[in-house]
């Protein structure tokens, strides 16, 4: 092994942001051809799940409960706002960390807090796509039934982030983007809900939630998924009044960037022991 080699193997067991790198290299850059056409076939089918399309097909096949899609257009001018419900959200398929997500609840747009009235919608969401970091203007479009937090005062509804590995939930958080950036908080969890230290370092730290009401449902989604994907993945879902509802994959989670040592150490284990069989 060359030295460089030698190096590049070294920070991808200890540094997880290496291990994202090495892993979007490989399912989506330049993805090596096995010598297994049907392990090269299964790569690349779990790398296309992080399109939010194939995402919403997967789960269907499943019969995982999703947010109900409402309408799916190739630009705004392609979504009918008025006969859309007022509470409604709009995101692109294929972008990430919120971006150019829109939710409209009862006038207002939740992420900027700005009023923006019905009549007003098409045009608030062509600027979103404009000045998007993730989408552009090739990006479709899908309308959703804005989904409730099991606590209502959660006007934006917090992420419950699930890592699984080796055909398990590992690790849960909860992601809570409401209020301005600096109060925006994440919480770490085993599965017996026992709080984690913090595993990111770019969140303040979130309260101590109790038990969510429906953590079993969400465990049995997760090792469901966990177990017929057979690697390491972050599952994301929203937690409603009457049950779980399944977001989103996320293959590259946070690019790997601005985790502790202890989520390091801890991500990478779980890639260690529980190695992707693809």
Same mark, same amino acid.
């Given at each position: 092994m060359a030295p460089r080699d030698d190096v590049h193997a070294r920070a991808l067991r200890v540094d997880f942001r290496h291990r994202m790198r090495d892993r979007l290299d490989r399912w989506y850059? #330049?993805? @090596?051809?096995?010598?297994? %056409?049907w392990l090269f076939a299964r790569r690349r089918a779990v790398a296309r799940l992080s399109c939010k399309l194939e995402a919403a097909r997967y789960a269907y096949r499943m019969g995982i409960p999703i947010p109900? #899609?409402? @309408?799916?257009?190739d630009s %705004?001018?392609?979504?009918?706002?008025?006969?859309?419900?007022e509470r409604v959200v709009v995101k692109p398929h294929d972008a990430t960390d919120s971006d150019a997500v829109s939710i409209f609840r009862d006038g207002v747009e939740l992420f900027t807090g700005e009023e923006v009235p019905r009549e007003g919608r098409r045009a608030f969401v062509a600027q979103r796509l404009r000045t998007a970091r993730y989408a552009d203007a090739r990006s479709r479009l899908i309308a959703e039934r804005y989904v409730e937090d099991y606590e209502p005062r959660f006007l934006i509804p917090r992420d419950f982030k699930v890592f699984v590995a080796g055909g398990r939930?590992?690790?849960?958080?909860?992601?809570?983007?409401?209020?301005?950036p600096e109060a925006r908080n994440r919480s770490h969890w085993?599965?017996?809900w026992r709080r984690l230290p913090l595993l990111q370092s770019d969140y303040v730290a979130g309260p101590d939630y109790p038990r969510p009401p429906h953590l079993d449902q969400l465990l049995a989604i997760a090792d469901r998924i966990a177990e017929d994907l057979g690697c390491f993945m972050r599952l994301?879902?929203?937690?409603?009044?009457?049950?779980v509802l399944f977001g989103e994959f996320t293959s590259y989670p946070?690019?790997?960037?601005?985790?502790?040592?202890i989520g390091d150490a801890l991500l990478c284990d779980l890639m260690d022991r529980f190695p992707d069989p693809f």
């Amino acid at each position: 092994m060359a030295p460089r080699d030698d190096v590049h193997a070294r920070a991808l067991r200890v540094d997880f942001r290496h291990r994202m790198r090495d892993r979007l290299d490989r399912w989506y850059r #330049r993805p @090596a051809v096995t010598g297994d %056409p049907w392990l090269f076939a299964r790569r690349r089918a779990v790398a296309r799940l992080s399109c939010k399309l194939e995402a919403a097909r997967y789960a269907y096949r499943m019969g995982i409960p999703i947010p109900e #899609r409402l @309408a799916l257009a190739d630009s %705004p001018e392609g979504l009918d706002f008025d006969a859309l419900p007022e509470r409604v959200v709009v995101k692109p398929h294929d972008a990430t960390d919120s971006d150019a997500v829109s939710i409209f609840r009862d006038g207002v747009e939740l992420f900027t807090g700005e009023e923006v009235p019905r009549e007003g919608r098409r045009a608030f969401v062509a600027q979103r796509l404009r000045t998007a970091r993730y989408a552009d203007a090739r990006s479709r479009l899908i309308a959703e039934r804005y989904v409730e937090d099991y606590e209502p005062r959660f006007l934006i509804p917090r992420d419950f982030k699930v890592f699984v590995a080796g055909g398990r939930a590992r690790v849960i958080y909860v992601n809570d983007i409401n209020g301005p950036p600096e109060a925006r908080n994440r919480s770490h969890w085993d599965r017996d809900w026992r709080r984690l230290p913090l595993l990111q370092s770019d969140y303040v730290a979130g309260p101590d939630y109790p038990r969510p009401p429906h953590l079993d449902q969400l465990l049995a989604i997760a090792d469901r998924i966990a177990e017929d994907l057979g690697c390491f993945m972050r599952l994301d879902f929203f937690m409603t009044a009457t049950g779980v509802l399944f977001g989103e994959f996320t293959s590259y989670p946070n690019a790997g960037c601005d985790f502790t040592p202890i989520g390091d150490a801890l991500l990478c284990d779980l890639m260690d022991r529980f190695p992707d069989p693809f």
